[in-house]
């Protein structure tokens, strides 16, 4: 029944709407910790191993740093496609909301890792050479300096990604991925429900809302520079 | 005690290979106070960082309390590390960190068990009067109050040498005698040795019992500052002992006096 329903319509599709929002939730809930958990390591690499680093490795630096640059290239939809086989291989199936959080997850690792490198390389190198002088060793360096000077800037990247998150998880609707932004484009691209879409929208303006001042709350607290 | 024998430093600047440290040897007796002074570039910086190899010299010996370095592997070196001290022109604090915290991690490090830390906190912020600030974080602290805590991190671990990289750059001059008057007070009442690297020659004359003047990666002069007149050799020692400062004639002025003249 394609049309525009109305607000009225909208009052219809709220159990489909909350169940959306429940898949994007799924979605983050998901992939923000493998997210972490990946590419604090893998930014942290690069920091070490990266020309003038704390160990430098050069080679071990190229190959990270190419890979990183490698998924950020794919356009997320361009992305999604390719990575059906590995997600089947992964999750058994290429469809739906643990599907889509494979390429999600690959996706979100990429670009946090890069912001993590550059969130790393914004502390202060003397800070480093302190630790250093005081005997410390490179993993006391990483852990009790690095990562501590680095975590008001670490908690605004990851506030970054959630956010855009939101944005890739619509396209995942592609592959069945559902959640709010999938929803949107169903009603409102395909079934010119104009009211609908527009709701969806507002919820993911509130919802992006949300996020961002948990995230400058969070930066805020971590952060005793001022 | 240190000493410092044929160590030279190169680097490949922007503009080619570059001698930081050209053969220079140091020995600064234990419980004294080295001043090391030279304009910026002299490699009087490169010099203090090599008695802790934060430089690793390309030949030549350090030598700290009777035992090499340079031939040290990392976890001894680390460990060794632990009892020499190091302050910095820009305090190099966490700024994330409390005072009292930034203290703890030099004894963290050390591997200090937790029970004694937080005493030894309390002891070495107490030598720089700062035992009440435990709790502010950097940015809640003066210039001279975070060198002071800086200085609180170095003596943490109870070393034999405390090594002072600019240590009054970045503060006003008040501050600079606050601060200079805590290291003479660490020298005397802890028997500190300790090496101080500046490009004021006020600061050296304050504290040092010998000043090493440098001057393109070598040791030019020593002067001893032991109460007699100073009789510098050198035109540089002259020059840093000369607390005026002389502009000289600007091009305008000599192009007005030229005028006049002709």
Redesign the interface.
């Known amino acids: 029944m394609p049309g525009d329903g109305g607000f009225a319509r909208v009052i219809d599709v709220l159990p489909e709407m909350l169940a959306a929002l429940g898949e994007t939730g799924l979605m983050v809930l998901i992939t923000v910790p493998i997210a972490i958990v990946v590419a604090v390591p893998a930014g942290v690499l690069m920091w070490v191993a990266r020309p003038g680093g704390l160990r430098p490795a050069p080679r071990l630096y190229l190959v990270v740093n190419a890979t990183v640059n490698l998924v950020r290239s794919f356009p997320f939809l361009v992305l999604l496609i390719a990575m059906i086989p590995i997600t089947r291989l992964i999750v058994g199936t290429s469809v739906g909301t643990l599907a889509v959080t494979v390429p999600l997850a690959v996706n979100a690792v990429a670009y946090l890792s890069r912001f993590v490198e550059q969130n790393l390389l914004q502390v202060s190198p003397g800070v480093i050479e302190a630790a250093t002088a005081m005997g410390a060793s490179k993993r006391r360096t990483i852990w009790s300096v690095l990562l501590v000077e680095a975590r008001p800037a670490l908690a605004g990247s990851v506030t970054i990604m959630i956010v855009s998150f939101i944005s890739y998880s619509a396209i995942a609707g592609l592959v069945g991925g559902g959640g709010i932004g999938d929803f949107a484009i169903r009603y409102g691209y395909y079934r010119y429900e104009t009211a609908v879409m527009i709701t969806a929208v507002l919820v993911m303006i509130a919802l992006v809302q949300l996020i961002q001042l948990a995230g400058t709350l969070t930066v805020r607290r971590l952060d005793k520079r001022l | 005690m240190i000493t410092l024998t044929g160590v030279t430093k190169r680097f490949t600047g922007p503009d080619g290979p570059l001698t930081a440290v050209d053969n220079v040897d140091l020995h600064v007796p234990r419980g004294s106070v080295q001043g090391v002074i030279g304009f910026s570039g002299a490699g009087k910086s490169t010099l203090i960082r090599m008695i ?1 190899l ?1 430089e690793r010299p390309d030949t030549g010996s350090v030598l700290v309390d009777g035992e090499e370095l340079t031939t040290l592997d990392e976890e001894s070196l ?5 009892k ?1 001290g ?1 302050v ?1 022109q ?1 305090f ?6 409390t005072a009292g915290q930034n203290v703890e ?2 004894l ?3 591997g200090l068990p937790k029970a004694v830390r937080a005493a030894r906190v309390a002891e070495a912020l107490a030598v720089v009067d700062l035992a009440d600030r435990a709790g502010s ?3 809640k602290l003066s210039g001279g109050q975070k060198q002071r805590v ?1 200085i609180a ?1 170095a003596l943490a ?1 109870e070393p034999s040498v405390l ?1 002072c990289d600019e240590p009054t750059s970045a503060v006003d001059p008040r501050t600079t005698i606050t601060v200079l008057r805590y290291l003479k007070e660490i020298n005397e009442r802890l028997g500190i040795t300790i090496v101080l690297v500046t490009h004021e020659m006020n600061v050296v004359k304050a504290i040092a019992d010998d000043v090493a003047v440098m001057e393109d990666g070598k040791v030019v002069e020593h002067l001893r500052l032991d109460g007699s007149p100073l009789q510098p050799r050198t035109e540089i020692s002259r020059f840093l002992l000369d607390d005026e400062l002389r502009l000289g004639p600007t091009d305008v002025a000599a192009a007005k006096e030229a005028r006049r003249a002709g």
């Open positions: 802790n934060l680390r460990r060794r590390r632990t020499i190091m910095f820009q190099n604090l966490l700024e994330n960190l991690l030099a963290r490090v050390a974080y950097p940015s800086a991190r671990n090594l």
